[in-house]
């Protein structure tokens, strides 16, 4: 009788444990915040008044939004430009992410902006990546 309880019992305890296992094992971190990596870049803005090139300087105060995982959509956050266009966006998780930002357009209609995005991957915790630079064009 005693050894049928301990069966029992033992039983009762696996299926108790299994849940709870299947449940930790199942749950996986999705691309956003939350992490400990970074990823810095700068944005450039290339300048023209009328028809003149004046050069490419770093965009001051400007937005830079980004997308968390493959979602072709609506920005999950933005950041604002140093005054030499630098930018960074912290405590992202390892995963997918599309950064972007707008830029005139000459093709388009007066008042269209276009948009200049990149992609990147994050793929270890505390990894720091560096995206270079995105240049738009101000008009």
């Not at 140093?82 to 972007?100: A, E, M």
Request: proline share 2%; net charge negative.
């Amino acid at each position: 009788m005693r050894l049928f309880n301990t069966i029992v019992m033992m039983k009762r305890s696996l299926f108790a444990v299994i849940p709870c296992l299947l449940l930790v094992l199942s749950c996986s971190k999705q691309e956003g915040v939350g992490g400990q990596a970074s990823a810095n870049g700068r944005l450039l803005e290339h300048l023209f008044a009328g028809s003149l090139d004046q050069g490419t300087v770093g965009a001051q105060a400007k937005d830079v939004y980004i997308i968390y995982g493959t979602d072709e959509g609506i920005a999950d956050d933005e950041v604002e430009t140093g005054y030499n266009g630098n930018f960074s966006f912290d405590y992202l998780r390892p995963g997918s992410y599309t950064i972007y930002a707008y830029s005139d357009c000459w093709a388009c209609p007066f008042g269209t902006d276009s948009v200049v995005k990149m992609e990147f991957e994050i793929t270890s915790r505390k990894q720091e990546l560096d995206l270079g630079s995105i240049t738009v064009l101000n008009r």
